[in-house]
């Protein structure tokens, strides 16, 4: 049996550059894609891993328009996870979670979506949901893992997750190597906005559209589909053409800025990490002339007597440091450099700070 596995749609977000209406337009425009190859592929679950919504605030017209626009979807059931968390493992709040003021608890929305029927949410009252005819269970886990009883109708039993599950317990991930997780055929997860394996059984999808410049480095759009076996799933990423992207790059020699000149800018968007300091005024030029498509992120300037320093950093930091900690880690570690270039006070401050 197949499922899609799509997170992380944050509509209302407005992006850098791109702007909110445009995002959304976009969004509608591939997700109506997805349900078309849903169709051609007999697909009858597409599941949404938390973080639909950016915002607990948002409209209740665009919250409904946005469902209207599933619910025309009647041969397909859609199974939300509310989401949420801030920048610290735990947090839960944020985006569209399940708290007091949840846009899912809103009258007009829980009535259109009982009108509905093929829509169906995930929460801490309700944490399972078991189709019986196609012999199928979801059930839902908030930061943490899901702590309803298995469904004794399905044969197949289906996690959704949002929150930072992974192997790097000392920022706060929760592993998902634990025993009870055996139970489960498939761990559809939510939170990191970048496609990512953690085994055999689980993924996040990342980003259904991105729509930021994540901390670091860059990402695909797009969502898993999943076919449900035993004793693993087979797990295929699909990726979303002509979606925007958000791309990190550095100038470091004039080869590099020529390439910076070439790219097509209709819907990409660059950060420039690092640019060595002679490289500037033709950089600065070529931002004058883009101004929402091409950002400086802080600390890129970079003294060419910095420069091996700069790239063994970038290293560290994208094989050790966890994606959200990443802009944090790096930002100190510059600051740190500026008023301390030697190396044995940098190497104390990242094994006091980071244990690295
Ligand atoms: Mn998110």
New binding site residues.
């Given amino acids: 049996m197949r499922l899609y596995h799509l997170?992380?749609l944050?509509l209302g977000v407005d992006p850098p550059g791109l702007g909110r209406e445009l995002y959304r337009r976009l969004v509608f425009e591939k997700l109506t894609e997805v349900i078309e190859e849903a169709r051609r592929e007999a697909v009858k679950f597409i599941i949404f891993a938390?973080?639909t919504f950016d915002s607990n605030a948002l409209a209740t017209s665009t919250v409904l328009s946005f469902l209207r626009f599933l619910a025309e979807a009647r041969d397909i059931n859609f199974i939300f996870l509310p989401?949420g968390?801030g920048d610290f493992y735990g947090e839960v709040s944020g985006?569209d979670a399940y708290g007091p003021d949840s846009l899912y608890r809103r009258l007009e929305v829980r009535s259109f979506w009982e009108r509905a029927g093929n829509l169906h949410l995930l929460t801490p009252e309700a944490p399972s949901l078991v189709f019986p005819e196609e012999k199928v269970a979801f059930y839902g886990g908030f930061f943490d893992y899901p702590r309803a009883a298995l469904c004794e109708e399905a044969i197949y039993h289906v996690a959704v997750l949002h929150g930072a599950f992974g192997e790097r317990a000392e920022f706060g991930e929760k592993p998902l190597s634990s025993p009870q997780l055996a139970r489960y055929d498939y761990l559809a997860l939510?939170?990191?906005?970048r496609f990512r394996k953690l085994g055999p059984k689980a993924a996040y999808a990342g980003?259904f559209l991105q729509f930021e410049f994540l901390p670091h480095q860059d990402a695909t759009s797009g969502y898993v589909v999943v076919e449900l076996k035993r004793p693993a799933p087979r797990l295929t990423y699909r990726e979303l053409a002509d979606a925007p992207r958000f791309l990190h790059l550095q100038v470091l020699d004039e080869n590099d800025l020529e390439r910076l000149k070439k790219l097509d800018f209709e819907r990409t968007f660059v950060k420039i990490t690092a640019y060595l300091a002679p490289l500037e005024t033709p950089l600065l030029e070529l931002k004058k002339q883009l101004p929402d498509r091409l950002f400086l992120a802080e600390g890129a300037h970079i003294e060419p007597e910095n420069l091996t320093f700069y790239q063994i950093l970038e290293r560290i930091i994208t094989d050790k440091v966890p994606e959200h900690y990443q802009a944090e880690v790096k930002e100190l570690l510059l600051y740190g450099l500026k008023i301390s270039p030697q190396r044995t006070k940098i190497e104390k401050f990242l094994q006091d700070k980071y244990g690295l």
């Fill in positions: 997170a992380d944050h938390g973080d989401g968390g985006h939510g939170h990191y906005h980003a």
